[in-house]
């Protein structure tokens, strides 16, 4: 699975967009981009996942970059329960094992 | 649907004692996973589950045993606890095959070992 590099934190002020990026700079072409969130001890909590194509769902969207990189999670009107540890992953699924690799994530903080 | 379920959702056990975490779903998810989370740490594999008797190890399996039975149940069984054991416990469900299929975690269980 490729490496992926997030900031260890990062801070929104409610109501705003919060950007989060990730770095995947050694993707390889058939490896999803994943997003897991934690909210304080309790369990991840999944987001959102893309291939190449930008994704939105109720959540948030995902955009990915043309050469596939790097992407960003976008979510549009940050609340105070959107504090969490945010994790980025990157997987290919081409057989039955699903195991995901969690490095450290983004403490993001949404200010009121 | 109760998604997935662990308990208990806390334990104190003394050094040399043995439990077992209970896991279950009811989504009909072929994979299930135990992972642990240490303070201030990301989540690291245990033991995982293709199907119904089939196990395999994770990243760090060494003092823990696993069985699949059934699709629904994957207990986590600690044979002798030591305090390096002390951890946050998650167990994660999903579809498996080929396919982007997201996980579904469990709330997790809270172990001490004294």
């Known amino acids: 699975d490729a490496k992926t590099t997030q900031p260890p934190s990062m801070d929104c002020a409610e109501g705003r967009a919060a950007n989060l990026p990730c770095n995947h700079s050694?993707?390889?072409?058939?490896?999803?981009v994943y997003w897991y969130r934690q909210i304080h001890s309790q369990g991840p909590q999944y987001i959102i996942h893309?291939?190449?194509n930008n994704e939105t769902n109720e959540m948030a969207s995902l955009i990915i970059t043309e050469d596939r990189k790097s992407s960003t999670l976008i979510l549009p009107h940050a609340t105070l329960r959107d504090t969490a540890v945010y994790y980025c992953?990157?997987?290919?699924?081409?057989?039955?094992?699903?195991?995901?690799?969690f490095g450290s994530g983004t403490q993001l903080t949404v200010l009121p | 649907n109760a998604g997935v379920t662990q308990t208990p959702k806390f334990q104190v056990l003394k050094t040399g004692q043995s439990m077992t975490l209970q896991c279950a779903q009811d989504?009909?998810?072929?994979?299930m996973s135990w992972y642990r989370q240490d303070p201030g740490m990301g989540l690291r594999l245990i033991h995982y589950?293709?199907?119904?008797?089939?196990?395999d190890q994770g990243e760090v399996p060494n003092g823990y045993n696993v069985s699949r039975s059934t699709t629904e149940d994957f207990p986590l069984r600690l044979l002798s606890a030591a305090p390096s054991q002390t951890s946050v416990y998650f167990c994660?469900?999903?579809?498996?095959?080929?396919?982007?299929?997201?996980?579904?975690f469990g709330p997790g269980t809270r172990l001490t070992v004294t």
């Open positions: 994660a469900s999903s579809y498996s095959g080929t396919g982007p299929y997201e996980q579904y």
């Open positions: 050694t993707i390889s072409g058939n490896e999803y």
């Open positions: 893309g291939l190449k």
């Open positions: 992953i990157v997987r290919s699924f081409s057989g039955s094992a699903r195991q995901l690799t």
């Open positions: 989504m009909n998810h072929e994979y």
């Open positions: 589950s293709v199907g119904a008797g089939i196990t």
